[in-house]
């Protein structure tokens, strides 16, 4: 949604400005320092996420009220029904208003009403403090301290330029003024009371809890596109944003966007879906060379390297920077089904009584690893990314499901994500609901394409350095990804924001 970048304490005004430099690609349109007592505080935007505001609108956000000021990154699922409750008008900053309405009626006790939010957020009278970031940390922030002085920013490029000992932020964590964390929600330990519902029952309401955060999220306020690989989470977005394209009338058809290698899987089940759905659909084909090309820039803005997500960003950075070269400034993803519907292939190996804590550790990798190619792709170009199926809702009612119908077993196979597709069984082609389930570089072909040219590239003496710098690289590829990181960010406490999946 945004750019933030604080300092508290009698931070110094040079340092929060450094940090605010390096991430102006998170908000070209509303730009802002606001000094507020004891704080410092430097917020941007793109244009999508202004709600209308003013181009010279003042940033952060302050009501004018009792000397509060607020940076903020999120989107509230819920907001209409919290803004009826508590009387905030719809408008120009209106999930800010509402924020500070939460916290001056509740204090710190209101991040317990943001439980259908993804957030990052920094509130102070100058006197007072209070950080927080959500339950699954897809929204980020980092933290160091300096000179006795404590900085927060949403970017590592931005926090690295106050000192090398720098940290994330926890995710379902907040911070007071005293500089002491506090957890206020986390992932469960044991799995809800399952649903005694039949299938019937369960897919209608996941087809309910969807649409319902679908257009809680979704408006035509600004130039939008679906990124669309074919594969179910994306396809169910975009049939539901087709629709609502339809639906509002203008004669318009919504724009798909897929990437591959060649004729990859993707390519090909996209534009199945496409014709399908009726879309003004763009397809954008890339070779090695352009994917090794694009690595040094990826990673920096990634600020990661694990290898898998390094391959899926590779893709997704090039797509979105094609849709924003189209004007698009909203793009709509899929990200978060495989993760609240057990999507990903390794999870068939477990018995479904291993099925929930396996899922649980499957959300709590998101905070550091696969939220932050949605995250920082689309951002890298100045584009809000919006993702439906990321509902709090929905993964609460996801967690009473029955674990084998997460992974169904038929015959001699398991099908992952099986309720989802029985969900839309009957409003999707065949081949898209059956389609196996490939991560975002196997099926747009980037995976195949790095997976051997690592091996030819990367002597076994850089490994051996690499390991020597980090010891938990794993791989050549790894390492070649690594260099790049610690070009820009070194070794030490950078990278051990990494979250670097288990399976390679």
């Known amino acids: 949604m945004s750019g933030i970048a604080v300092g508290w304490n009698t931070p110094h005004p040079e340092k929060v400005e450094t940090m605010f430099s390096k991430i102006a690609h998170r908000g070209p349109y509303l730009s802002g320092t606001r000094r507020v007592g004891n704080a410092v505080m430097a917020q941007n935007y793109v244009r999508a996420d ?6 010279d609108a003042e940033v952060p956000f302050s009501d004018g009220k009792d000397g509060l000021a607020l940076c903020y990154d999120g989107q509230i699922g819920n907001w209409r029904e919290l803004a009826a409750r508590y009387d905030v008008e719809d408008g120009p900053f209106r999930e800010e208003r509402l924020v500070l309405t939460l916290y001056r009626r ?27 970031r959500d339950l699954l940390g897809i929204k980020t922030l980092f933290y160091a301290e300096a000179q006795g002085a404590l900085y927060l920013a949403t970017e590592l490029k931005s926090i690295i330029t106050v000192s090398s000992e720098v940290y994330e932020f926890p995710a379902g964590q907040a911070m007071g003024a005293d500089g002491r964390f506090r957890t206020f929600t986390a992932l469960p330990n044991i799995p809800p009371t399952q649903s005694i519902e039949d299938i019937d029952a369960i897919c209608g309401n996941v087809r309910r809890i969807i649409q319902k955060s679908f257009e809680a999220h979704f408006d035509f306020s600004s130039p939008t596109g679906a990124l669309l690989s074919g594969g179910m989470d994306s396809s169910v977005i975009s049939l539901l944003a087709a629709e609502a394209v339809r639906a509002n009338g203008g004669g318009g058809s919504l724009r798909t966007y897929a990437i591959g290698v060649g004729e990859s899987s993707d390519i090909l089940n996209a534009r199945i879906m496409a014709e399908f759905i009726g879309s003004d659909h763009q397809e954008l084909y890339i070779g090695i060379e352009e994917i090794i090309e694009a690595l040094p820039e990826v990673i920096y803005y990634l600020e990661h390297f694990d290898p898998s997500l390094v391959r899926s960003s590779v893709a997704n950075f090039l797509i979105s920077q094609k849709a924003r070269a189209e004007g698009i400034e909203v793009l709509l993803s899929g990200e978060g089904g495989d993760e609240v519907f057990c999507g990903y292939d390794y999870l068939k190996r477990f018995s479904p009584e291993k099925m929930f804590p396996k899922q649980m550790q499957c959300l709590g990798y998101l905070h550091s690893n696969a939220a932050l190619r949605l995250d920082r792709m689309n951002y890298s170009h100045s584009i809000r990314v919006v993702t439906p199926l990321i509902s ?21 196979e398991k099908i992952e994500k099986w309720i989802f597709r029985k969900a839309y069984e009957n409003l999707l082609p065949e081949v898209i609901i059956w389609r196996y389930k490939q991560e975002f570089s196997q099926g747009s072909g980037s995976a195949d394409a790095l997976l051997n040219i690592f091996e030819e590239k990367v002597s076994d003496d850089t490994l051996q350095e690499a390991r020597a710098a980090y010891s938990n690289i794993r791989s050549k590829e790894e390492a070649y990804y690594f260099n790049i990181f610690k070009d820009h960010f070194g070794a030490g406490k950078a990278a051990e924001t990494v979250g670097q999946w288990p399976l390679l």
């Open 50 to 55: 202004t709600a209308g505001a003013a181009p």
């Open 392 to 412: 709090s809702e929905l993964l609460q009612y996801a967690l009473t499901i029955p674990p084998e119908f997460k992974i169904r077993t038929a015959g001699e």
């Open 106 to 132: 509740y204090g710190e006790a209101m991040l317990d009403k943001l439980d259908d939010a993804i957030f990052c957020l920094v509130i102070t009278d100058g006197s007072q403090l209070l950080a927080a």
